[in-house]
């Protein structure tokens, strides 16, 4: 069976474009006016992806939806924004948002993005049994759970990926290309500011001091590492 995209938006013009371009490469389509009847959606019909328009009527929006949405779903969730300046990204992420689209969009770039997040979310797994213990941080594959001072730290999938690629290659700088490629997909390998808005909200989740990291380092120009004591 085909995956199943929520597209929630108030236009009527966008719902029916997006929808046109989803169904014609095979995904179903359920769409939703507002964060309310959105929220019902999500719980009731199981979406695989949720596309998110940020202004939206009835008092919530877009922001306001994807963080209740989060308190019981853990749904891909793509942005749709008129504008991506880094806070308004910055705040998708903290709310629990998994990547953002901007408008206007092409086809092209709406089906890459939905396939690019589809993909990283389904991704089979490594098999890893040992957790990995990095000071204060801990990272249990098997239960794809991040705990910091024993305390259970709430990740995207995205943000959980990422973190994953990172230790997989502990203790060694992972080149910005090869995470854009492998966390996000081919189509992002040159958005480098990209990985740095999510590198910084991560830092947020798992650092003591974010401005002064201790487990996920930066190597200028090249990449990032988590740093983990030997032995």
Not at 82 to 88: L, P, S, V
Not at 108 to 124: F, G, T
């Amino acid at each position: 069976m085909s995956d199943k995209i929520l597209v929630v938006d108030d236009e009527p013009r966008v719902v029916r474009l997006v929808s046109e371009v989803l169904k014609a490469v095979g995904y179903q389509v359920i769409a939703a006016a507002s964060g309310m009847p959105a929220i019902e959606m999500v719980a009731l019909e199981r979406p695989d992806l949720v596309l998110l328009d940020i202004l939206l009527p009835g008092g919530l929006d877009g922001y306001e939806v994807c963080r209740r949405l989060r308190e019981f779903s853990d749904v891909p969730v793509i942005m749709l924004t008129a504008k991506a300046q880094e806070a308004d990204v910055v705040r998708g992420f903290e709310v629990g948002a998994d990547d953002y689209l901007t408008k206007p969009f092409s086809a092209k770039e709406l089906v890459a993005r939905v396939q690019a997040v589809l993909r990283r979310c389904q991704r089979s797994e490594e098999v890893i049994t040992a957790p990995l213990v990095c000071g204060e941080l801990e990272i249990n594959f098997a239960q794809r759970a991040v705990r910091v001072r024993g305390q259970r730290v709430a990740l995207t999938p995205t943000e959980y990926e990422l973190l994953r690629q990172l230790a997989l290659h502990v203790n060694r700088v992972v080149l910005h290309q090869d995470l854009l490629t492998t966390v996000w997909g081919p189509e992002y390998r040159n958005d480098v500011d990209y990985l740095r808005s999510y590198i910084r909200y991560l830092r947020r989740k798992l650092e003591a001091d974010p401005a002064n990291p201790r487990y996920i380092l930066t190597s200028p120009g090249a990449g990032y590492m988590l740093s983990c004591p030997e032995g």
